[in-house]
């Protein structure tokens, strides 16, 4: 299994391990918001996921955010976007347990920050505003 502790003591990242095999911990965007960053690993697997994304939407925004994150998906390099078991909006990303190494979890890292910084308060106004569209997604 892989040494999560260190990869994140190797980042600078603080964290917290509120269960074997489950590390938390939180960052913030340019625009200050904070996020809360799970890390798991299970089996052969390490999981990550920031979740939520972004706050719970109206059920009527669900159809036109929804289409707007597969849209993503196929933009995104290393992550994407999920409903967790909540329905909540999840960014992740995956990686074999047996190949993750420091250079692979800080790319990660990198990436689920770098997106985390530039979709959120894209996604969030287009949940919250109806007639809003976002030019980060593509047709």
């Known amino acids: 299994m892989p040494d999560i502790a260190a990869f994140f003591d190797r980042c600078g990242w603080a964290y917290a391990m509120p269960e074997a095999n489950l590390w938390h911990s939180t960052f913030f965007t340019e625009n200050e918001d904070e996020f809360d960053l799970y890390v798991m690993v299970v089996e052969d697997w390490v999981h990550f996921a920031v979740t939520p994304f972004i ?49 692979t979890f800080t790319h990660t890292l990198e990436a689920i920050v770098f997106y985390t910084d530039r979709l959120a308060t894209e996604l969030w106004r287009m949940a919250d505003e109806p007639t809003y569209f976002s030019p980060l997604v593509q047709e």
């Open 55 to 103: 706050p719970p939407i109206p059920a009527a925004q669900t159809p036109r955010l929804y289409a707007a994150l597969l849209k993503l998906n196929q933009q995104l390099h290393s992550v994407r976007f999920a409903l967790d078991g909540d329905n909540d909006v999840t960014l992740i990303a995956d990686a074999a347990a047996q190949s993750l190494d420091a250079a």
